[in-house]
């Protein structure tokens, strides 16, 4: 579902014309499972419909903690994201997700290690050695893309005129926030959205396999 | 008995080279090296039946402990055993298991170690010395230049071989060029054929040739390919099987 939606939104898309662009701005709410309020500082609202290439910046995945920090980013397509090593021991980083399998090896304190995604889709990567660390990668077709605000307001700028979809995504969304746009140059097009935080899913290691204590799920 | 004499000193003392490394073929080297600090145990058992138009039968394990040091080298370190049935002048037959060989091995990919970074084609160098068990004067040294070539579910693989037997007073060369295609059936599987031979330039053991279908299959951390080897050359049946298990 979440990679169909953004391959599907990059199948229809195509360059847009250089116009002065506007501006989608809006609130997402973001909700636990049992309906109370999360913050919305976890949540990516993203635009698309049309392609934009990609900058030279290099997104950071840190593993510190034995966390993946931050757990959840975007990137435009053909964009690289780095994994640097900030713990005192040894980390994998891999995923086995559709748009981009790799495995980056195992690797120490202080060392970095850089991947390209030249396909949209969304990257879920985790480490063959500590199974609680877990983040998501939205590789997207343009650089319209921000994270929410705490408080769930957010403005994405240079939106080209048209008639686009946004969505707000969050890692342990139960499924993506959808809604239509149209926006017009130099002006605000305004919009909400809701998303309700799901538990996160039990995945397997590199090989297919549950991890050694069982397979539990981490949160 | 110049012949026997012969055969008894191939099968003694030149077994085949180790193969390092995940393949899809049964007596080729593939391209692919494991990830940094990746760990992987890997077995080959080959049949080399009735070489040179005799009785000759040879049957050579090796188990090896890979370790990649980068993202594009690996080092192995291969053991090898040989069990050898030569065929004696008055009828009998001589038989033979002994660990004949250890020594260290490097393969490096000179292109990314991941596949949606590497172009199609991808070279590997692969070097290796081995010190004989038997003879303890003799060192192997073997090289490979191969390079895979991928077009979607395809896969070809040319692997220019060469081994070299060098002991106070003798000397021994032989050329292994070989050469496959494989495709992808599955998800998992795959499925092709190949070529491989063995040219000596000496007189020391003879040339021989083999052809025939192979089949990959791959599964987690596990993986196994084998290859049945129908004589061209010299040889009647000449099967072969790796497998390997990731840590």
Not at chain 2, 18 to 28: I, N, P
Not at chain 2, 188 to 197: D, I
């Amino acid at each position: 579902m979440r990679a169909l939606a953004i391959a599907a939104a990059v199948a229809l898309a195509g360059p847009v014309a250089a116009q002065p662009g506007g501006r989608v701005v809006g609130t997402v709410k973001f909700l636990e499972a049992d309906g109370g309020p999360a913050s919305a500082a976890d949540v990516i609202v993203y635009v698309t419909g049309f392609n934009e290439p990609p900058t030279d910046n290099v997104t950071v995945i840190a593993q510190k903690g034995r966390r993946f920090v931050p757990d959840l980013v975007a990137i435009t397509v053909g964009e690289k994201v780095a994994f640097p090593n900030l713990d005192p021991f040894l980390h994998n980083v891999f995923s086995q997700s559709v748009p981009r399998k790799f495995d980056l090896g195992s690797f120490k304190r202080g060392e970095t290690k850089e991947k390209q995604f030249p396909e949209a889709g969304v990257v879920d990567v985790y480490c063959n050695i500590h199974p609680e660390m877990a983040a998501t990668i939205l590789i997207l077709p343009n650089r319209r893309h921000v994270v929410a605000a705490a408080d769930g307001k957010f403005a994405i700028d240079g939106v080209p005129p048209g008639d686009w979809t946004v969505y707000a995504y969050a890692r342990r969304a139960t499924k993506p926030a959808i809604a239509s746009v149209t926006v017009k140059s130099g002006a605000e097009a305004m919009i909400d959205l809701e998303i309700v935080r799901g538990p996160e899913p039990a995945h397997l290691n590199k090989y297919g396999e549950k991890y050694k204590d069982g397979g539990q799920v981490y949160h | 008995m110049r012949i026997a004499l012969a055969l008894l000193i191939a099968a003694c003392v030149f077994p085949r080279a180790a193969h390092a490394g995940r393949t899809y073929y049964g007596w080729l080297f593939g391209t692919e090296v494991m990830p940094e600090r990746g760990v992987e145990l890997q077995t080959w058992i080959q049949e080399e039946n009735d070489k040179y138009g005799t009785r000759t039968k040879e049957t050579w394990v090796s188990w090896a402990a890979l370790v990649g040091v980068t993202d594009q080298l690996e080092l192995a370190l291969p053991v090898e055993l040989d069990w050898a049935a030569v065929e004696q002048m008055d009828g009998t037959t001589r038989t033979s298991f002994t660990f004949k060989r250890f020594g260290i091995e490097a393969r490096y990919r000179m292109a990314p170690q991941d596949p949606a970074e590497a172009p199609p084609l991808v070279p590997l160098l692969r070097l290796a010395v081995k010190r004989d068990v038997i003879s303890r004067d003799s060192v192997r040294l073997e090289a490979d230049a191969v390079a895979s070539y991928d077009a979607g579910a395809v896969q070809a693989v040319v692997d220019l071989g060469a081994v070299g037997d060098i002991a106070s007073g003798s000397r021994h060369v032989e050329l292994r060029p070989s050469a496959g295609v494989s495709m992808l059936a599955t998800s998992e599987l795959r499925v092709g054929a190949e070529v491989y031979s063995e040219i000596s330039l000496d007189s020391v053991v003879e040339s021989w040739a083999t052809a025939g279908p192979d089949v990959s299959w791959s599964h987690g951390r596990f993986w196994i390919s084998g290859m049945f080897g129908i004589g061209l050359y010299h040889v009647r049946i000449a099967p072969r099987v790796l497998w390997g298990i990731a840590f």
